[in-house]
């Protein structure tokens, strides 16, 4: 059974710091593609940064230079520093998984997220 848990969210002031982590298990974590997403209030959900399993890493524009993905393939996790927190990056953020299978299907996965706040 594939899960993903996130953690780490909470309420900072702008200009704070936060590490997401993201727990995986039930299926290689090694040879998948992990991502991040998030959604703020009345927003869709977009992309925020993403990291494959060759270690190719690409952002939001909205969040290069302050952002950083990275993933542990010992530990089954994936993480997101979060450093100079603006507002507009307050959002629920959402871990998320594309697994590949034995013959090459792909399958997508999403945690349940994990409520960022920013705020004076």
């Known amino acids: 059974q594939v899960q993903l848990v996130e953690s780490g969210g909470g309420l900072v002031q702008p200009g704070g710091s936060l590490r997401l982590s993201c727990a995986a298990s039930?299926?290689?974590?090694?040879?998948?593609?992990m991502k991040w997403y998030r959604q703020g209030p009345g927003k869709q959900r977009e992309f925020v940064a993403g990291?494959?399993?060759?270690?190719?890493?690409n952002y939001v524009d909205s969040v290069k230079g302050r952002f950083t993905i990275s993933r542990d393939n010992a530990k089954n996790m994936v993480y997101l520093q979060m450093n100079s927190l603006k507002v507009d990056d307050t959002a629920v953020y959402y871990c998320?998984?594309?697994?590949?299978?034995?013959?090459?299907?792909?399958?997508?996965?999403w945690g349940q997220g994990t409520q960022v706040t920013v705020s004076s």
């Open positions: 039930g299926f290689t974590f090694s040879r998948s593609d």
């Open positions: 990291i494959s399993r060759s270690e190719i890493i």
């Open positions: 998320n998984a594309d697994v590949p299978n034995l013959i090459g299907v792909r399958y997508n996965y």
